[in-house]
C-alpha cells in the first residue's frame, strides 16, 4: 500500500514538473510573438511617418515664395505734416480779455437788477370777477328718477298710463317737476307729447301739480 502511495506521489510530482516546463515554454514563445508583431508595427509606423513627413515638405517646397515687402516712402508725408503745422502757427490767437470782463459786468448788472426786483414791494394782483353761471333755460328733465320715488303722474287729471310712461321717458318723474313750468316750458313738452298735445294747458298740469307736490308722500323739490 505504501509503495503504491508513494508511486502516486511520483507520477504527480513529475506530472507537474512537466506541466510547469510546458507552460514556461508556451508563454515565451507567445511573449517573442508579441515582441515581434510590436517590432513589426513600430517599424511600419515608422515608415508611414516617414512617408507622411515627406509629403509634407514636399508641398511646402512647392508653395511660391512670397514677394517681398515693398519699401513706403514717408518723405511726402512728413513734408505735408510739416506745413499743416506751420499754417496752424501762423493762425493769430484771440484775445478772450475783454469778452470775460463784458461778461463780468452783464452778470454784476444782472444781480444788481435782482436784488432790486425782489426788493420791490409786490402790488396785489386783482381777484378775477367769478362770472355768475347763467341759469339753464328750459324744463328741468332727469335721465332717471334720482330724486327717490318717482310720484305717481296719473293722479293729475288727464294723465293716463300710456302718457305717464311717455313723460317719464321724456325725463319727467315728479310734481315738482311739472309744477315749475312756465309757458315756454309747457310749449316745448307740449311738442314731445305727440297725439297728447294740448293736455297740459287744457287740463291745467302745472296748477294740479303744484297742488299734488304737496301731498306728504310726494317727492320733494330738490335744493338748487
Known amino acids: 500500500m505504501m509503495y503504491l502511495l508513494a508511486k502516486f506521489t511520483l507520477l504527480f510530482l ?3 514538473v512537466l506541466g510547469f516546463v510546458l507552460g514556461y515554454w508556451w ?4 511573449m517573442v510573438d508579441v515582441t515581434e508583431s510590436y517590432e513589426d508595427l513600430r517599424k511600419a509606423t515608422a515608415r508611414t511617418d516617414e512617408s507622411q513627413w515627406e509629403r509634407l515638405w514636399s508641398r ?3 508653395l511660391p515664395t512670397p514677394p517681398a515687402p515693398q519699401t513706403v ?7 505735408e505734416l510739416s506745413s499743416v503745422s506751420e499754417r496752424i502757427a501762423r493762425i493769430p490767437s484771440v484775445d478772450l480779455q475783454p469778452i470775460d470782463k463784458r461778461l ?4 454784476t448788472e444782472l444781480a444788481r437788477l435782482g436784488k432790486r ?3 420791490a414791494p409786490k402790488q396785489p394782483q386783482p381777484k378775477a370777477a367769478v362770472a355768475a353761471t347763467p341759469k339753464a333755460e328750459g324744463p328741468r328733465l332727469l335721465r332717471s328718477a334720482d330724486y327717490g320715488q318717482k310720484d305717481d303722474l296719473k293722479l293729475i287729471s288727464g294723465v293716463g298710463p300710456k302718457l305717464e310712461m311717455l313723460l317719464n321717458q321724456n325725463g319727467i318723474y315728479y310734481f315738482w317737476q311739472i309744477a315749475s313750468w312756465s309757458p315756454k316750458d309747457v310749449t316745448l313738452i307740449d311738442e314731445k307729447l305727440d297725439v297728447f ?3 297740459i294747458s287744457r287740463d291745467d298740469w302745472v296748477a294740479q301739480a303744484g297742488t299734488l307736490k304737496r301731498a306728504p308722500d ?6 338748487g
Open 14 to 16: 513529475l506530472a507537474a
Open 27 to 30: 508563454s515565451k514563445r507567445r
Open 60 to 62: 511646402l517646397d512647392a
Open 73 to 79: 516712402d514717408l518723405q511726402p508725408l512728413h513734408s
Open 104 to 107: 463780468g459786468s452783464v452778470e
Open 117 to 119: 426786483w425782489s426788493a
Open 197 to 199: 298735445r294740448g293736455r
Open 218 to 223: 310726494a317727492a320733494r323739490m330738490p335744493n
